[in-house]
């Protein structure tokens, strides 16, 4: 089994969490459920999924307080293009 994808896959996921400061783990856990989730009604909907493990508290609280160094994230996503049609 070719494990590329998924290496490349893990060491962005390492570079973005990296990226984020005050209320890392909420702004991760949000960045996972976004991802993971089709079309959301409302914010504290998000808090529902099951791939979100914060309470909506958090959320708010990441959104209100988190950090994100910018010039990171756009390094990050201009390094690692989205690949479309490969699934991991």
Same mark, same amino acid.
């Given at each position: 089994?070719?494990?590329?994808?998924?290496?490349?896959?893990?060491?962005?996921?390492?570079?973005?969490?990296?990226?984020?400061? =005050?209320?890392? %783990?909420?702004?991760? /856990?949000?960045?996972?459920? @976004? &991802?993971?989730?089709?079309?959301?009604?409302?914010?504290? $909907?998000?808090?529902?999924?099951?791939?979100?493990?914060?309470?909506?508290?958090?959320?708010?609280?990441?959104? =209100?307080?988190? %950090?994100?160094?910018? /010039?990171?994230?756009?390094? @990050? &996503?201009?390094?690692?293009?989205?690949?479309?049609?490969? $699934?991991?």
């Amino acid at each position: 089994m070719d494990t590329t994808a998924l290496t490349a896959l893990t060491h962005y996921r390492v570079d973005v969490y990296a990226a984020f400061g =005050r209320r890392r %783990d909420a702004l991760f /856990a949000l960045c996972d459920t @976004l &991802l993971g989730t089709g079309t959301i009604s409302s914010f504290p $909907s998000l808090s529902l999924q099951p791939q979100h493990q914060c309470g909506w508290g958090s959320l708010f609280g990441a959104l =209100r307080e988190g %950090d994100i160094d910018m /010039a990171t994230m756009e390094r @990050l &996503l201009t390094a690692h293009p989205q690949v479309t049609g490969e $699934s991991i």
